[in-house]
C-alpha cells in the first residue's frame, strides 16, 4: 500500500478545527478518514450568482443584489418570533425582504448600502424571504448544500471539506483506468472532487456528477468482483453427495418440482459438487417454494458426511423451518435440532445438544443468531444457509461461515429485485431465481376497500371461517397513539372478538410479547385452534399456515409496497383460492398508486420494480430492504444503464491476469484492499 493512500485514510483528527466532539459528531455522519470527507458530496446546491428579476421563477432560491432604499423595520409577535423588512432597489425596480426571525441582522441593513441577499424568490407579492445576508466580496458561484446533523452544522462541515481539498489534494489519485477515463470523457478524480465541491457553473457540477456517479458504481461493482475472485482462489469443500439417495428423496416427495425448482437444485447441486467454494443466493417470491430447494441441499450434504446450519432472523420462522426439515427428514434418519435464544443458556437441554452436535449425531441444526454463539461447535459443517439473509449483517453471516472450514453458502430472499438488476446489485454471488408459483398454487385475489366498508369485510371473512379457513387481521400499531389515527392492534383485536367469538376464537401476536407468548399464538394459529390471528408486522416473513386464506391489512397505505407484497405472501399457500383485503383512505397519489398496483398484479418482480419507479432506491435497496449500501450520488433505477455499463468495465478489469500488477490498475487494487470485506 502507497503512502498516498494511507494519507488519505487517516484520521480527521489531522484537521484544524476537529476535537473529540467534533470527530464524533462527524462520525454519526458517516465519516471518519479524509477521503470521506472529500466524498462527502452536496446532496444540491444554492446559486449565488445574482439573477435579474426578469429571470427569475415563483419559489426558486436566489440571489439579488441592489440598495437598500428603506430603513429596515423590525417587528416582535409571539414568544422569541420576529419579522424584519426592507425594500431592495434593484436597477428601476423595487423588492420587498422579509426575514423571520433573524433580528440580528438589522444593525447589519442601512439605507443607500448596497447588499447582497439569498432567499426565496414569491412572484406573486414580489417579496423575497430572506434564509442569509451574503458578503459583497464573496466569490459569486454555486454552493454545495450538505446533510448536517443537529450536532454538525453544514457550513462547518463546508468549511472542513475545504480545508483538506486545500491540504490533500495532490494526494488524490485516479482509481478509474486511464482508457475508461478517455472512452467516457470522464473527469480526473481530483477535478471530479473540486468540482462536485466547489463547482464554477452548473456544467461543471453536472460533468463531476456524472464522473461520480460512474466511478461509484465501478468501485462498487469491482468490489464485488473483487470479492467474488479472492471466494475462488480458496479451495471449497467437494461434497461428493449421493445421487442416487437425492433422486429417491425427490421422487418421493407429496408434489412435482417446478420447472424453476428443478433448475434451482441442479445449479445448487453442480456448485456443491465442484471443489471451489460455492456462494449462491436462491431468489424467490413469497411462497415459490424455497425452503424445499433449501431442503434438498442440505440433504445432499448430509448424504456426503457433512452436517448443515440454517439460520433465520426469528424465533417463529426458525421453529417453523426446523418442524418443516423434521417432518422431511425423520422418516429417512436424519436428526434436526432447533437452537434458540429460548434454547436456556447453561440448561441441561442446551449442552446435551451442543455434545451431541460436536459429536455429529445432528445432522442439522436450524436457529437464529443463536447459532453464531460461542461454544456451539461443528463436527463437520459443509453447507451454511441463512434465510432473509438481508436480515443479518455481514458479521454474523461470516461468523456462521467460521463454524467450517470453508462451508458452502447458500443465502436465500423473499425480496424480489427487478429482473434488470438482480444479477447486477448481486455481482458477488451466484444468483439462481424461482420464478414461478408451485403447481395448484392460485394467485392471491387482492382488493382494495375504504374504511367504511370494514363491516363487509368481516362477514366476508365469516364467510371463509365457515368453510374451515382462518385469517390474518394485520395493522401497522402496538396499540393507540396520539400522532397517528390508525386503528391499532390491541383494538382491533377488541372489536374482531366482539365480531367473531365465541364462535371463533381471536388471537393477538405482535413484536412487544415475550418469545414464549408468540410462540403459543402461533402454535394455536398453526393448529387451528385460533381462527382469527390479529397481528402487527411480526408475521411479514416466512409464517406458512396453509389454511389461512384471509389476509386483513388496515391501514394498508401506510406500508411500503415490498411490505405489502410480503404480508400477501402468508396466504396463497394451499390450492384453495385465497383473498388479500386492502383497508385504507389514502390521503396522498403515492399511497393511491401503491394500492393500485397490489390490485394489479402478484408478481413480485414486477412489484419491485413498480416500488423502485415511486421511490427511487432508498429503502428499495437501501440496507433495510436488500442489504445493500445507499449510494452517495448514484441512483440504481435513473442511472440503470450506468450501472450496468459500470458492472461490464469493472468485471472485465478485476478478471485480467495482470489486475493490480500494472500502473493502470495498481491505485484500483490498493483501494479494493483498505475496504472491509463484504458489506454491512
Not at 384453495?576 to 403515492?590: E, G, I, N, R
Amino acid at each position: 500500500m502507497s503512502s498516498l493512500e494511507t494519507i488519505l485514510e487517516q484520521s480527521l483528527a489531522s484537521l484544524k478545527g476537529v476535537g473529540p466532539k467534533t470527530l464524533q459528531a462527524l462520525q454519526h455522519l458517516g465519516i471518519t478518514t479524509i477521503e470521506d470527507l472529500l466524498t462527502a458530496f452536496p446532496f444540491r446546491y444554492d446559486d449565488y450568482r445574482p439573477k435579474k428579476i426578469a429571470e427569475l421563477i415563483d419559489q426558486e432560491k436566489v440571489t439579488l443584489r441592489g440598495v437598500v432604499a428603506t430603513a429596515p423595520v423590525l417587528v416582535h409577535f409571539g414568544r422569541k418570533k420576529n419579522r424584519l423588512n426592507f425594500n431592495l432597489q434593484i436597477d428601476d425596480q423595487v423588492v420587498l425582504v422579509t426575514f423571520f426571525n433573524q433580528g440580528y441582522l438589522v444593525d447589519k441593513v442601512t439605507q443607500g448600502a448596497e447588499l447582497t441577499v439569498f432567499g426565496k424568490w414569491e412572484s406573486a407579492r414580489q417579496q423575497l424571504l430572506g434564509m442569509k445576508l451574503l458578503s459583497l466580496n464573496k466569490k459569486e458561484r454555486l454552493a454545495g448544500v450538505y446533510r448536517s446533523s443537529k450536532e454538525i452544522h453544514a457550513t462547518q462541515l463546508q468549511r472542513l471539506v475545504k480545508q483538506a481539498f486545500e491540504r490533500y489534494h495532490l494526494q488524490i489519485s485516479d482509481l478509474l483506468p486511464q482508457n475508461l477515463q478517455k472512452k467516457y470523457h470522464l473527469l480526473s478524480r481530483q477535478q471530479m472532487i473540486h468540482d462536485m465541491h466547489f463547482p464554477a457553473d452548473q456544467a461543471a457540477a453536472q460533468a463531476a456528477k456524472r464522473t461520480a456517479v460512474y466511478e461509484e458504481f465501478f468501485l462498487f461493482e469491482a468490489r464485488l468482483q473483487y470479492l467474488k475472485q479472492l471466494d475462488q482462489q480458496q479451495s471449497g469443500l467437494q461434497i461428493n453427495y449421493d445421487n442416487q439417495q437425492l433422486k429417491k428423496f425427490i421422487s418421493q416427495l407429496p408434489f412435482e418440482l417446478t420447472a424453476a425448482q428443478k433448475r434451482s437444485v441442479n445449479e445448487i447441486c453442480h456448485d456443491m459438487h465442484r471443489p471451489i467454494h460455492m456462494n449462491r443466493l436462491l431468489q424467490g417470491d413469497v411462497g415459490s417454494g424455497k425452503t424445499i430447494v433449501a431442503a434438498i441441499a442440505i440433504y445432499a450434504a448430509v448424504t456426503a458426511g457433512y452436517q448443515a446450519a440454517l439460520m433465520a432472523p426469528t424465533e417463529i420462522l426458525a421453529r417453523q423451518h426446523a418442524d418443516k426439515l423434521f417432518r422431511l427428514f425423520e422418516p429417512l434418519g436424519v436428526n434436526v435440532s432447533l437452537l434458540t435464544g429460548a434454547t436456556t443458556s447453561g440448561s441441561r437441554q442446551r449442552r446435551e445438544l451442543l455434545q451431541q452436535l460436536q459429536k455429529g449425531a445432528i445432522n442439522v441444526l436450524v436457529g437464529t443468531h443463536a447459532l453464531i454463539q460461542n461454544g456451539v461447535e461443528f463436527k463437520n459443517l459443509g453447507l451454511v444457509i441463512t434465510d432473509e439473509q438481508h436480515r443479518f449483517g455481514v458479521n454474523q453471516r461470516q461468523a456462521l461461515r467460521l463454524k467450517g472450514v470453508q462451508p458452502d453458502v447458500l443465502a436465500l430472499t423473499a425480496t424480489p429485485i427487478p429482473r434488470t438488476l438482480a444479477l447486477t446489485v448481486y455481482g458477488e454471488m451466484d444468483v439462481s431465481i424461482i420464478n414461478e408459483l408451485p403447481q395448484g398454487r392460485k394467485p392471491v385475489k387482492t382488493f382494495w376497500l375504504k374504511k367504511t366498508q370494514l363491516q363487509q369485510a368481516f362477514n366476508f371473512i365469516k364467510e371463509q371461517l365457515k368453510q374451515g379457513q382462518q385469517a390474518y387481521l394485520v395493522t401497522p400499531l402496538v396499540s393507540e397513539s396520539e400522532v397517528l389515527d390508525l386503528q391499532n392492534a390491541e383494538q382491533l383485536s377488541e372489536d374482531a372478538t366482539k365480531f367473531f367469538a365465541p364462535e371463533y376464537q381471536v388471537g393477538l401476536i405482535h413484536g412487544k410479547m415475550k418469545s414464549d407468548e408468540k410462540e403459543q399464538i402461533m402454535t394455536a394459529f398453526t393448529g387451528g385452534k385460533i381462527a382469527v390471528l390479529v397481528a402487527t408486522t411480526v408475521i411479514e416473513v416466512g409464517v406458512d399456515v396453509p389454511k389461512a386464506s384471509v389476509i386483513l391489512i388496515l391501514d394498508a397505505d401506510r406500508f411500503g409496497l415490498a411490505q405489502l407484497h410480503q404480508l400477501r405472501g402468508r396466504v396463497g399457500r394451499s390450492s384453495k383460492q385465497s383473498y388479500c383485503l386492502l383497508v385504507a383512505d389514502p390521503k396522498t397519489d403515492y399511497g393511491r398508486e401503491r394500492l393500485q398496483t397490489m390490485t394489479e398484479t402478484t408478481d413480485g418482480f414486477v412489484i419491485a420494480q413498480r416500488d423502485l419507479e415511486l421511490r427511487g432506491q432508498g429503502d428499495v435497496l437501501g440496507n433495510k430492504q436488500a442489504g445493500l449500501p445507499e449510494f452517495k450520488v448514484a441512483d440504481p433505477v435513473k442511472d440503470l444503464r450506468i450501472l450496468q455499463t459500470a458492472q461490464i468495465d469493472a468485471s472485465q478489469i478485476v478478471k485480467q491476469p495482470d489486475f493490480g500488477k500494472t500502473a493502470a490498475t495498481k491505485p484500483l487494487l490498493h483501494y479494493l484492499q483498505r475496504q472491509p470485506l463484504g458489506f454491512d
